[in-house]
């Protein structure tokens, strides 16, 4: 069965320190990965995504993601915080050749960026 | 620029009413989905419709039934509320079923069942 785990429910980091949120996924076959972003009260935000190639993913708003297939892990990082990042933040995974569209979440892990 | 817009916002209902979720999208978007949010647990898929005409059940489907009325509109009933419905729905579309396709979603609706 496919799974997403997000280690950390919460992540604190000061202001101009670089960040890491944390993911694993569980999948058969080769996965799809995916981050979003949600701010209170509103929908999710697409963020980046790997289908394949480069290991390292560039995103919006100067994130990136690093594909770990040893490790199968999909951490999201940021070399520069900004307290405008605090938010909830979802890994979520999808099986390539899955033509349904369906992910799979992880439960999601609060930035708290401090000034 | 709308993307996908949900109504109603908010909604508080009695255990046993019945109630339709909407959502519409402008995207001309092949799939939509229907999800709920709970606290610690992520999004859970409900429903989803990879085309006009096709829909399926998610992960959660118990208690909910879908119609996807036309390519744009894709909409959530739920026919006897139970406390246990008490949750955020979010309606998401995406340009195709393949799952390379990033899903824009709405703003959701707050649901209180008393």
């Known amino acids: 069965a496919q799974s997403v785990a997000q280690p950390e429910d919460q992540v604190n980091v000061a202001e101009g320190n670089p960040l890491t949120v944390k993911c694993t996924y569980s999948v058969s076959g080769n996965p799809y990965l995916f981050w979003y972003v949600q701010y209170p009260n509103r929908g999710l935000q697409f963020l980046l995504k790997y289908i394949t190639g480069d290991n390292l993913v560039k995103g919006s708003y100067g994130f990136e993601a690093e594909f770990n297939k040893s490790q199968t892990s999909f951490h999201l990082k940021k070399p520069s915080a900004l307290v405008s990042d605090s938010a909830l933040y979802f890994c979520?995974?999808?099986?390539?050749?899955?033509?349904?569209?369906?992910?799979?979440f992880g439960q999601g892990t609060t930035l708290q960026v401090k000034p | 620029n709308a993307g996908v817009t949900q109504t109603p916002k908010f909604q508080v209902l009695k255990t046993g009413q019945s109630m339709t979720l909407q959502c519409a999208q402008d995207m001309n978007h092949n799939s939509m989905y229907w999800y709920r949010q709970d606290p610690g647990m992520g999004l859970r898929l409900i429903y989803y419709s990879a085309s006009e005409g096709t829909t399926d059940k998610g992960e959660v489907p118990n208690g909910y039934n879908v119609s996807r009325l036309n390519k744009r509109e894709f909409s959530l009933r739920l026919e006897s509320a139970a406390p246990s419905q008490t949750s955020v729905y979010f309606c998401?579309?995406?340009?195709?079923?393949?799952?390379?396709?990033?899903?824009?979603f709405g703003d959701g609706t707050r649901l209180s069942i008393l």
């Open positions: 979520a995974v999808s099986a390539l050749g899955a033509n349904t569209g369906k992910l799979i």
């Open positions: 998401a579309s995406s340009g195709s079923a393949a799952v390379r396709q990033p899903q824009h």
